[in-house]
């Protein structure tokens, strides 16, 4: 019609005036279908983010179920090694009880004394009380020996109990019993050097043990921590879902954009986590396309946006030219009464009513719907509990959003539910977990000092029951001496013999004496470090030795020969107690898979200065060295080839995890197969308070051939 109006027009102002209606007309028409045309693809990537977000879910739950299992494996691995822990300490404990049991009856024997007239009958030996708290005692340990699987160190306690009775006998003659405390050779000697060797490989079994439980229950903490990071991205990406929702609601580009930016973070702290490479990939890949789509979405709403304007602008025009052609055609109604009639009926009925009437309901089917939409998602903010969206029944795009929301909102009262209790649950877990290492290490420092007094009484053992057989000795023959003297029959050869034996006396006293200071004070510098896990300075030399001296009952009973090479004046400040267990693991390591059973090597220790401000330790053995395959894996918790003897592996990763944080050096590794293994440990002389932000991580050099 606008055509026709424009070809009957006589005036050229008319018909330029009914072209541009039409263009205007057209113009709106063609705006029109891009607009529907956008919507539907806006639609469909609502819809595509919908089910990137229910992936993401699903594979959220997948995370947090894989580290719920090894949560499971962490407190069965635990278990175990409590029992193992529980079962060492009490044999360690009945061993102990034996040795003070021995020691009094040898200590009874060497001061019973001979029958006061020859010829009588022998008296009652006076050590029948201490012989029966020794039978006690080993009885209690037989059975710890057995409830612990230790079958064949049973029978080799009932062996050497037997012969030590059997050898004692005879000592219930008083006679016998004084020739006994002259003799050289203590019959109990054997039982009591079996009974120290004892002591020390469970005393060094069950430090290990604690160690282990002490890693595991460090585990489970960080284990802990993953799972509840897990749960945290849950939520997250179930609040973006929701806020996603309501932008595209109000179809705010600015909010859009801004969810976007911000959905960047979420794919950071998912590639942050320490979860399954191949689920972490997947997380990440549909944080990916989720974001991808939103971006997407967001250009499909600034292209609608621009065509509503252009819309109206069209709009205006086609009402602006309906109006200069009504005034127009009314100045010349005369002329044109019944062209100037189509055309107001038909540029106002088609073009006005049209465009404003179609805007009308076009906006109306966007907006009520919208609105109502918004409002039923504002109440469900308010009230979670408020029930579904009422529009999910639709089959446009305000349905699909609806049944996403309704969606969303069922699944986040779902696991917000699902939340609390994990969350209480985890609470009160890693409150018991804490507890519980705590209670471990303080039981562990007791039981640490209490088994190195142990071994001083053990050690020094010997020399003071020499010296006591001495000083018994010295008493008699002073006795004798100043009975001779007091019966004025004292004759010079007596005199000489008497000082002669004074003097040997003296001397036998004064160097096992001095042997028993100088353990004492060896054990006692050893137990202070273990005890306290304090800083100190001290000597590298002579802490060696006295390292070397605690751990000589394990090493004595292996025939390995340890060399320590460290020059005089290496003075460090640092912790004795992480240095020596890092050495103590480093020589257990060697001690236990370095060499085939019954063959002896050698071990070695040597100390340096490479800067003025460095030590390094270099351990190393001449065993069957690590294969290739093995020598990126020696540091890695859980990582042992001696599984079926009771290895852990965690000897070489507590190693790494001292020297690298608690010392703050460095560790490196060399190995090669038939040669043996070298490790060069770099640690400063004095440690820095705190470590510079931003320090690089020290990983280990590791060399294999």
């Known amino acids: 019609d606008l055509l026709r109006l424009a070809g009957v027009s006589r005036d050229p102002v008319h018909e330029r005036a009914a072209n541009e209606a039409r263009e205007a007309l057209a113009r709106y028409r063609d705006d029109m279908r891009r607009f529907v045309d956008v919507t539907i693809r806006n639609d469909s990537l609502v819809a595509n983010m919908s089910r990137r977000a229910e992936t993401l879910i699903k594979l959220t739950d997948q995370a947090r179920e894989r580290q719920h299992q090894s949560n499971a494996d962490i407190v069965a691995s635990l278990t175990e090694g409590d029992r193992k822990l529980r079962m ?25 004394s001979p029958p006061a007239v020859a010829g009588e009958e022998p008296a009652r030996p006076r050590w029948s009380f201490e012989l029966g708290r020794m039978r006690g005692a080993a009885a209690a340990l037989t059975q710890a020996f057995v409830s612990a699987g230790r079958d064949q160190a049973a029978r080799d306690l009932g062996r050497l109990l037997i012969v030590y009775e059997t050898s004692i006998a005879p000592l219930a003659d008083a ?159 005369e002329r044109i009464g019944e062209l100037l009639r189509n055309i107001l009926i038909f540029g106002a009925a088609t073009g006005l009513l049209l465009g404003s009437v179609t805007g009308i309901a076009v906006a109306q089917s966007i907006t009520r719907p919208l609105k109502r939409l918004q409002h039923r998602m504002m109440e469900l903010a308010e009230n979670s509990r408020a029930g579904p969206i009422a529009e999910s029944h639709r089959r446009d795009e305000l349905g699909d959003m609806a049944r996403a929301t309704n969606v969303f909102i069922t699944e986040i009262g779902r696991r917000e539910q699902a939340l609390r209790h994990s969350k209480e649950r985890a609470d009160v877990a890693l409150t018991e977990l804490q507890k519980t290492q705590s209670d471990l290490i303080q039981a562990e420092k007791l039981a640490s000092l209490g088994q190195l007094v142990a071994g001083v009484a053990h050690e020094i053992n010997t020399p003071l029951g020499i010296a006591l057989t001495t000083s018994t000795l010295i008493g008699e023959e002073s006795k004798r001496f100043a009975e001779a003297a007091a019966s004025g029959k004292l004759q010079r050869s007596a005199l000489e013999r008497f000082v002669e034996r004074m003097r040997e006396g003296s001397q036998l006293l004064f160097s096992n004496l001095t042997r ?101 330790i270099v351990f190393s053995d001449d065993g069957r060295g690590i294969p290739p395959d093995h020598i990126g894996k020696v540091f890695d918790p859980f990582f042992t080839t001696g599984r079926s003897t009771g290895s852990t592996g965690l000897g070489l990763h507590i190693v790494y995890n001292l020297v690298t944080s608690r010392l703050q050096g460095r560790i490196n590794l060399y190995s090669k197969v038939g040669k043996g293994t070298r490790f060069t440990i770099d640690i400063p002389k004095t440690l820095a308070e705190t470590l510079p932000e931003g320090a690089p991580e020290r990983r280990p050099q590791l060399i294999g051939a």
């Open 88 to 112: 060492a300490r009490d044999i360690v404990d009945r061993v102990q009880e034996f040795s003070v049991a021995l020691a009094a009856l040898e200590l009874a024997q060497a001061r019973a």
């Open 175 to 333: 006679a016998l019993v004084a020739e006994a405390a002259r003799s050289p050779t203590p019959p109990g000697r054997a039982l009591a050097d079996w009974l120290d060797r004892l002591l020390k490989v469970y005393s060094t079994e069950q430090r290990s043990l604690h160690d282990e439980v002490a890693e595991l229950l460090t585990y489970s903490v960080q284990a802990g921590e993953t799972e509840r990071a897990t749960q945290n991205i849950a939520i997250e990406t179930l609040k973006l879902g929701g806020r996603t929702a309501d932008v595209f609601a109000s179809r705010d580009t600015a909010a859009a954009t801004a969810i976007h930016d911000e959905s960047l973070a979420l794919g950071e702290a998912v590639a942050a986590m320490p979860i399954s490479p191949l689920i972490q990939t997947e997380m990440i890949d549909a944080i990916g396309q989720w974001r991808e789509g939103l971006a997407t979405t967001i250009d499909g709403l600034n292209e609608q946006n621009r065509i509503l304007k252009e819309m109206d602008v069209s709009a205006a025009r086609m009402i602006e030219g309906a109006r200069f052609l009504n005034e127009m055609l009314t100045r010349n109604a």
């Open 516 to 616: 028993a200071a100088d353990l004492v004070h060896s054990f006692k510098q050893v137990a202070a470090d273990q005890a306290s896990g304090e800083k100190r300075s001290f000597s590298m030399d002579e802490w060696l030795q006295d390292l070397l001296t605690s751990l000589s009952p394990v090493l004595r009973k292996t025939g390995h020969e340890v060399a320590i090479e460290c020059p005089p004046g290496v003075d460090v400040n640092t912790y004795p107690g992480a240095l020596g267990q890092v050495l103590t693991n480093l020589l257990v390591n060697a001690v236990s898979h370095a060499y085939d059973k019954d063959a002896a090597g050698r071990l070695a220790i040597r100390v340096s200065e490479p800067r003025a401000d460095t030590v390094r």
